[in-house]
Structures are given as C-alpha cells and as structure tokens.
C-alpha cells in the first residue's frame, strides 16, 4: 500500500480553532492517562492487521519491461501531537519500533512523524532519525497556529527548524518534478506545511472546531476527496494513490477528513480484508473513484438529491454547501446497514472452517 495515515492519540498541546477534530486537544491527569492507555492497548493490534509487505506499484513510473516500478510505502504517524509527554515515550517510539521490527525484512516501509513542530528539539530529531524516521512533517505552519502569524514568524520558524534538522543529519524534502517526487527520496528528510490559503487544506473541511468557528470556506466546487487524503484511490490497494486513515483504537476510514462512519476496524481485522470487503460496492467505488456525489446512485440518490443534501447553514447561520455534508448525511440516513453486513459478512468468512487437505 501506498500510503497510510495513523492518528495514534487524541492528546495535543493545542486546542486551534481550525483543527478538523474537536478531540485533539490538551488532556490532564486521569484524561491524558485515558487517551494514551486507549493507544497503548489498540497499537500492537492494529500492526499485526496491517498489510503484509508496506509495497506498491506505482502506475507513474513505468520500468524498463513497460510495467510499473515496485516502491515502498509510507506510514505517518500522527497526532493530536505525537511528541508530547507521555505520548512520545509510550506510543510514538514503541510504535516507531514495532513498524520497523514489523517490515524489515519484507521491503521495508518509509515511516513518517508528524508535528506542529514547536516540540522539536535536536534531543527529539536524533531520537527520530536513530529509529529509523524517514521524513519529519511539521504541520504548524500557517496563521491559525498562535504564534504563527504571518509570514516573517513562520520564515524564521522554518529557518530555526530547518538547521536543527540539517545539523542531525537531514535534508529538505523535494517537490514532485518530472524527475521524480518526495516517495522517491532517500532519508532522512524534512519538510513544512500549513493551512494556509492556496493550500492543499486551505479552504479547510467542515469538520471539527474549523466547523464550529465558521471557518471553511469550501463550496460544491471543492471536491476534497478528489484529492491526496481525500477518498480517491482509496479502494487501490497495492498500487500508487492508495491511502486510508486510521483512529487511535483502530478505526479505519477512506480519507482523512473521515467519512460519518467507519469502514471496519483494523485493531479486529486485517485491513487487506476490510478493503477487499468493500471492492465492487458502487458506493465505495464512487469514493474511490473521487465522485462522492454519485454514491447514492444505487439507493435511489440521484445527483440532484445528494447535491441538494449537501446544503446546509454553518454555526454562523450563513449558508454553506460542500460534497462531506452530503457524504455525511447519505452515511446517516442509508449507509449504516451496508457497513454492518460488510462486517458480518467478512467475520463469517473468517469464522468458516479451513477444509481438511
């Protein structure tokens, strides 16, 4: 698989006002001790259903014989912030480890942290970098991050950030080019990003405290799950494009804006089987195709329908619409069913007796 992107906790030493995620946030005492625990016990559940080999086949970059190149995936490891205390020592690097332990010797697997940065210390960067991190991805750039205001601050975060890195032996990631893209850089690499607008994220999901706050200004125009971390490609298992988000206790969705509803849990089943339960459903395929507007064509959804759906009024009480609102309404009111008997279906398969040879 190409790409797949872990929220191991809900724990931050942030509470931003654009987070698409109101459980991100600062936990104390018995709370904190909640949230990591909840991570420590799912982890080494959810690594043993993880696919075999973290490999795929990427489509862009034909070989020599005309077939596609065989490369290795990532996994990013995220938060919350997964470099806070406790969270770093009894979640991050075990779980580090355990990828490491887990894909050594099947070709390996590119292991991505992810932070706001401002946790960053050269201590911290060694630590990651001994453990095998091929990227660092500090997140916090943009104006939403208090602190961060405008770009003089941030030109210097970076530049701060940046020789701590280079002096640990790291080097900027590159930007996709007809030579070549980040997935094919050695590492250890670097590299910064934002909410900022103009962005991949700028319009930000409705979602979270970025939806409480009035603050997405995405339209029916923006289609974020035609996009990297959005649905598209999500179904594409073993080859380029294919991502999918997990939770802290396993569960596994097709973006990582998060659909209403989970697909399955991979802290209970292999993720391989959750997908491949799901291959051929027209409104999977619809997802994974990046045309969410079309998955309620075989319930009787017309376009029309799941684009008048996707109305609605903001917390501000100004009107807005956007294709997650519909995405989310069509998994209130159809999709629940069909994601049960999914599961049930896949359970009996597991629970059916292996003939006698």
């Known amino acids: 698989m190409q790409s797949i992107y872990w929220v191991m906790s809900w724990a931050c030493h942030r509470k931003c006002k654009h987070c698409y995620e109101d459980k991100f946030r600062p936990y104390v005492r018995g709370a904190l001790e909640g949230v990591v625990s909840e991570a420590e016990r799912a982890f080494p559940r959810i690594i043993a259903n993880l696919p075999e080999r973290m490999r795929y086949l990427d489509l862009d970059d034909v070989g020599e014989d005309g077939g596609p190149r065989e490369k290795t995936g990532r996994i990013i490891l995220s938060g919350g912030e997964s470099l806070i205390d406790p969270v770093r020592e009894r979640v991050t690097y075990p779980i580090i480890e355990a990828l490491a332990d887990r894909y050594r010797d099947r070709g390996g697997v590119k292991i991505v942290v992810q932070t706001t940065g401002d946790l960053l210390t050269p201590e911290i960067v060694r630590d990651l970098v001994d453990r095998g991190v091929w990227l660092i991805s500090v997140s916090g750039v943009d104006d939403f991050h208090?602190?961060?205001?405008?770009?003089?601050?941030?030109?210097?975060?970076?530049?701060?950030?940046?020789?701590?890195?280079?002096?640990?032996?790291?080097?900027?990631?590159?930007?996709?080019?007809?030579?070549?893209?980040?997935?094919?850089?050695?590492?250890?690499?670097?590299?910064?990003?934002?909410?900022?607008?103009?962005?991949?994220?700028?319009?930000?999901?409705?979602?979270?405290?970025?939806?409480?706050?009035?603050?997405?200004?995405?339209?029916?125009?923006?289609?974020?799950?035609?996009?990297?971390?959005?649905?598209?490609?999500?179904l594409r298992y073993g080859f380029s494009g294919s991502e999918v988000s997990l939770e802290p206790n396993g569960n596994v969705y097709p973006c990582c804006i998060k659909t209403k509803l989970p697909l399955g849990n991979v802290a209970e089943e292999r993720l391989k089987d959750i997908l491949e339960s799901l291959a051929g459903d027209p409104v999977y395929e619809a997802i994974n195709a990046g045309q969410p507007e079309r998955m309620g064509l075989s319930h009787g959804w017309s376009i029309e329908t799941f684009l008048e759906k996707s109305r609605t009024t903001d917390p501000m009480g100004r009107p807005y619409a956007n294709l997650c609102v519909g995405c989310d309404k069509f998994h209130e009111e159809v999709l629940a069913p069909r994601i049960e008997a999914a599961r049930v279906r896949r359970r009996a398969r597991v629970s059916e007796p292996v003939p006698a040879e």
């Open 146 to 234: 208090v602190g961060m205001e405008g770009e003089d601050k941030q030109a210097a975060y970076r530049a701060r950030l940046t020789a701590m890195m280079e002096a640990e032996g790291m080097r900027p990631s590159i930007r996709a080019t007809t030579h070549g893209s980040m997935m094919d850089q050695d590492g250890p690499i670097f590299s910064f990003f934002g909410a900022q607008p103009g962005s991949w994220i700028g319009k930000l999901w409705p979602r979270g405290r970025a939806w409480d706050n009035g603050l997405s200004t995405a339209t029916l125009a923006d289609n974020f799950c035609n996009n990297w971390s959005g649905g598209q490609n999500f």
